[in-house]
């Protein structure tokens, strides 16, 4: 395998991962293509070595945004981690009875609408003392998470995702935010857990059957760890309004990337 290569790959991954944790999201969609495109490995293989690299910038995330900024909000991230391995669970177990190319195109459809909602800052306003309002407090904002709307949603992404076989990832951050009435900093520190518990599961099932190059690994793995050390730190040095933009951005770049690999 030329070296070359393997270096183009590693900076495109470094990248990618650098801003991506700017947002507290895994590039998962990305560095598979990056390596697919670049290396001449088997797409079973590649995607081993995607699961662990996602693995290690969750990791990686999760301890800056956890020890540095404090925005994971831990009642949030064990019942929302239960909720998506179960319903993820159930997609992929029904997943032959729906085409996947229908699935994908709906799920990048929801990316794409909620991508302007969060660029405009809208959400619910989580009222205290109504029947489902969880209090909560995490990177020092108190705040009411409205569960009644945030599980029927992210049960159904994780469903749908599932059965399509790709991450729910992508629509987590947008339903805390927009039906939950999370502070986006919090559910972008939050995520970073969800990332961790996903992609480790997944990567675990994968190591099972084979197909992981531990070579590339160790190699895209420092990239990845670098580059999400960077990102989780420059994270506080973006305001608000800037997170959404960016976010926003990175929807409609998922959502259409998406949508390509659905009609092609």
Not at 113 to 136: E, H, I, Q
């Amino acid at each position: 395998m030329p070296l070359s290569a393997i270096v183009v790959a590693a900076v495109g991954i470094f990248a990618t991962s650098l801003v991506f944790s700017m947002f507290g999201r895994g590039g998962g969609e990305f560095y598979l293509p990056i390596m697919i495109s670049l290396l001449p490995v088997a797409y079973y293989t590649a995607a081993g070595v995607n699961l662990f690299i996602i693995m290690l910038q969750g990791l990686s995330m999760l301890l800056v945004y956890h020890r540095r900024h404090r925005l994971v909000d831990w009642g949030v991230a064990l019942l929302l981690g239960a909720v998506i391995g179960f319903s993820s669970f159930l997609g992929g177990y029904v997943s032959y009875r729906i085409p996947p190319r229908l699935l994908k195109l709906t799920f990048s459809g929801f990316l794409l609408a909620s991508a302007p909602l969060l660029y405009r800052g809208l959400s619910v306003r989580a009222a205290p003392g109504g029947w489902g309002m969880w209090r909560r407090r995490a990177g020092g904002v108190e705040y009411y998470f409205n569960l009644v709307y945030v599980i029927p949603s992210v049960s159904l992404a994780a469903f749908t995702a599932g059965m399509a076989g790709i991450s729910g990832g992508g629509l987590i951050i947008p339903i805390c935010v927009l039906a939950g009435g999370m502070p986006i900093r919090v559910a972008m520190g939050t995520n970073t857990f969800l990332v961790l518990a996903s992609s480790s599961m997944s990567f675990a099932g994968h190591v099972l059957k084979g197909g992981f190059d531990p070579t590339l690994g160790l190699a895209f793995g420092a990239a990845v760890i670098l580059g999400s050390q960077i990102g989780s730190r420059l994270h506080a040095r973006v305001g608000e309004r800037r997170l959404r933009k960016g976010f926003s951005a990175i929807l409609v770049a998922a959502a259409l990337w998406m949508l390509l690999k659905a009609l092609t």
